[in-house]
């Protein structure tokens, strides 16, 4: 079982749409989740953090925490051809020093 | 501004030569980590570093070397060993706070032929 699992897609949604976007973790001890978005050819930006179970907003973004269930999700309202990139899930797992695991992606593509 | 600053951006190696990457921030973080990410593929840890003259491996770490002489530098070299070395090279640094988040540099496309 891999530590970060996400779907690779791509994920198609038309423009105005809500983008969901799931990643399951293994080790139930983990505290911090985190999504980024990469472009294609670029670096990953963070766009949102989550440490709590629940959910947190910050603009068109939600993000979802289940650690009974070891998913965290992410919500796109209102999605945007800008949008289109890979959302990658990290996850800070427990140990001895902070390893900041990352999923493989979702390829998220928004259609106009 | 604070950030993260990886260069050359673009780099052409001819196999058989090591090759060293740059990586130099100015957060103050203690933490600093190499990835390496393949086309289509996720992240990928190299090596990673808590504090001063101490690093670790990664789950990818035959190949290639790191040090850390200094807080704001983590340089990483590309040795010959690497079988291969052609991929997109990040580096990203954290502060300490056990919920911080990755700051990455720009990345550096290291192609070997």
């Known amino acids: 079982q891999k530590e970060v699992e996400q779907n690779s897609g791509p994920l198609s949604v038309p423009e105005g749409a809500i983008a969901s976007l799931n990643c399951t973790y293994s080790?139930?001890?983990?505290?911090?989740f985190f999504w980024y978005r990469q472009y294609s050819g670029k670096s990953p930006e963070l766009i949102m953090s989550i440490y709590s179970n629940g959910d947190k907003e910050d603009g068109r973004f939600t993000a979802q925490l289940n650690k009974a269930s070891q998913y965290v999700s992410l919500l796109i309202r209102d999605s945007q051809p800008s949008d289109s990139a890979t959302y990658l899930c990290?996850?800070?797992?427990?140990?001895?020093?902070?390893?900041?695991?990352f999923g493989t992606g979702t390829k998220l593509q928004v259609i106009p | 501004d604070g950030g993260i600053t990886q260069s050359p951006k673009y780099l052409f190696r001819k196999e058989g030569q090591n090759v060293t990457l740059s990586c130099e921030q100015n957060l103050n973080h203690d933490a600093m980590y190499w990835y390496r990410q393949d086309p289509g593929q996720g992240l990928r840890l190299i090596y990673y570093?808590?504090?001063?003259?101490?690093?670790q491996k990664g789950d990818i770490a035959e190949g290639y070397s790191v040090s850390r002489e200094k807080k704001e530098s983590f340089p990483l070299t590309v040795t010959s060993a690497q079988k291969n070395p052609t991929a997109f090279y990040l580096c990203a640094s954290q502060g300490q706070a056990f919920n911080s988040p990755l700051h990455f540099g720009n990345g550096t496309r290291l192609t070997v032929t």
């Open positions: 990290a996850v800070n797992m427990r140990g001895g020093y902070q390893k900041v695991t």
């Open positions: 570093s808590q504090i001063v003259n101490d690093f």
């Open positions: 080790d139930r001890g983990s505290q911090s």
